[in-house]
């Protein structure tokens, strides 16, 4: 197997700084020729059994309609290690650009500078590995629904929701406390009126005849 980076000179120094820029390690199994795959891609951005081809290939027609590069790489051979696949992926996905997505018996790897990790992540639960062209419609689908969601005017909406919200409520909040404030008052001046009113009245009632 080939190991995706190496390690060059033997100074300390060297190596530690090294370390610390390089990417993580990508491991491609020996029996993966990525040569033949990437030639495979460039042509009609598949890789794959010739049954699977042509499915494979209206996937990637359909695919570009919608603005999106996408490669498929079918490996009949199961790999030892799940995170091969991704690593493949990721080797080719360096040279071609856009999604690629490999598929084994078992599972599956993507590597993309279109969709993000976790778009890639949540389109490949429940996928679809055993039928190739099937799980690639269904990747295809999951990710530009996705990517349909507007999420920042959503975000935006639901801030500008709150903040009018809290402004509401704080207006309502003070018309309370000012009805309760001149509550005291109106009915004190309603009483000295009637208070008058009742006086004025019994000194007419007393007062002596002319």
């Known amino acids: 197997m080939t190991v ?7 100074d300390p120094a060297d190596i ?10 990508t491991v491609i ?9 990437e030639k495979d891609l460039a042509a009609d951005h598949v890789s ?3 049954g699977d081809v ?9 695919a570009k309609g919608k603005g999106h590069d996408m490669n498929f790489v079918v490996l009949e051979q199961a790999q030892p290690n799940f995170t091969y696949y991704r690593d493949i992926a990721t080797a080719l996905q ?12 078992d599972t599956v790897g993507t590597a993309s500078d279109d969709f993000s ?12 590995v055993s039928q190739p062209t099937t799980g690639a419609q269904q990747m295809l689908d999951r990710m530009t629904v996705q990517t349909q969601v507007p999420w920042t005017i959503v975000t935006l909406v639901l801030v500008v929701v709150v903040v009018v919200g809290a402004v509401a409520a704080r207006m309502l909040q003070v018309r309370r406390r000012t009805s309760v404030a001149a509550t005291p008052a109106g009915a004190t001046a309603a009483e000295t009126s009637t ?16």
């Open 117 to 128: 990790r976790v778009q890639l992540e949540q389109a490949q639960d429940n996928l679809t």
């Open 48 to 50: 794959a059994p010739s």
């Open 94 to 105: 360096e040279q071609t650009g856009g999604t690629v997505v490999v598929f084994g018996p």
């Open 29 to 37: 199994p020996e029996d993966v020729d990525l040569g033949a795959i």
């Open 16 to 25: 530690r700084g090294i370390l610390h820029s390089a990417p993580a390690l």
């Open 4 to 10: 995706g980076m190496q390690i060059a000179g033997t």
């Open 195 to 210: 208070a008058s009113s009742t006086a004025d009245a019994e000194r007419r009632d007393t007062a002596p005849p002319a």
């Open 54 to 62: 042509a499915g494979l290939e209206r996937v990637v027609a359909e």
